[in-house]
């Protein structure tokens, strides 16, 4: 009864701590440090289900927190794949690779992301600690792998012919850009409140979820360094940054479909719609995965572009227009930086691209990289597009 009333006692103490952590945090920010350690504290005392909704998630399933924010198009079905990625042990992960959602379910709420990106917990408190690989994902290891100029390749991961997947990437996109002071290009997040490590680490937390509403630090700050390239090149482009996945994250794309049609229906000069996304890549062993590339001695996340096919149930006959399209951007940026790009993920997906013959989704990085990979990741791609889009550009 002793013991018993001990740990009441110590449970009791812990909480009344964490509520005065959180009511002091409403009038004055706390850091992340404190606010962690005293949720760590309090795990030691609570039993392992009890943590739940304080870090939000069950740390008792070691992929709840990508559970919770990755899984392609909104559903919670889990859709590994190896694809044959080299460097990499056991199945990977991704973040767009489950099937798309049919409709129909109630919206699944997610925990709040946070409102800022926080300092990173010091080691001493990071649980579980779980390494973050650093390492450069190459295709060209099996039978899907289709080659194309510059030592890059489709990853097919459909019934569809080699043969013929890769004669339509070798034909340019059928839309031309006009010059002039019109918008070109529109950039958007389906899953807007994406975020990175706020460092290079060796070691993850496992608190924390990978999302921000601040769009200084999420993925809108990658999307912005890709739009400032294109303006500075001249070219016209809509960066929207409306939070498709806050506060419910399924129908996120239900939600990012009408963002882009109600743009193209006010801007129908725009050729180019990018769906720009931080991807999620874990091992089977808890190990975490941040994809870079050596650019100039400096490292760069790497990126991925999924591009979609229709299995006759999708109403996207046209995919493959939009195959040629990032195919040829594919091209160009392995030929401007080598090892940058990951394979082509081309699969029987949707994600708004029948939307527009030159749409295809962007995955910068994983939650494993930090911000900073990111951003130079973004940089490099805006100004590979910049070329690529010159091709594809009438004289005024």
Known sequence: MRKKGSFRKTAAVSA?????????GSVVPV???????????ASVVMPQKGRGPLLGADNSNPRQILDLNRRGDDTLDDAPISAGLHNIDNIVVTDETAPQEQGGADPIEIPAPETEIISAV???LRSPAHPIIRTTL????????????????????TSLANELIAAEAAKLP??????????????????TTESFEDGEFDLFDQSYNYRSTDHNVNIVSVGAMIANQLRQAGIGVIHDTTMHDYPAYRGSYERS??????????????????????DAIDRDNGD?????????????????????CDNGMMNYPDYMKNLRFSSLVQQQIAADYPNLMRPVFFAYRKYNQDLSPGAFLVEVGSHGNSLEEALYAAELFGKSLVKTLRQLTMDS
Not at 16 to 24: D, E, F, K, S, V
Not at 31 to 41: C, K, N, T
Not at 138 to 157: A, D, Q, S, V, Y
């Open 16 to 24: 009344l701590l964490i509520a005065a952590i959180y009511m002091i």
């Open 174 to 191: 059928e839309f031309r850009l006009t010059a002039g002071d019109q918008p070109q290009v529109l950039i958007y997040h389906t899953h």
């Open 257 to 278: 479909a009408i963002t882009v049609q109600n743009t193209l229906k006010q801007y129908p000069s725009i050729k180019v719609v990018l769906d720009i996304h931080r």
């Open 138 to 157: 190459m295709g060209g290891g099996g039978t899907n792998f289709i080659p194309l100029k510059n030592n890059t390749f489709i990853n097919n991961l």
């Open 31 to 41: 850091s992340r440090f404190l606010e962690r350690a005293a949720l760590l504290s």
């Open 122 to 124: 010091p080691l001493a």
């Open 288 to 308: 975490r995965v941040a994809p870079v590339a050596n650019i100039g001695g400096k490292n760069a996340a790497q990126l991925m572009l999924i591009s979609g």
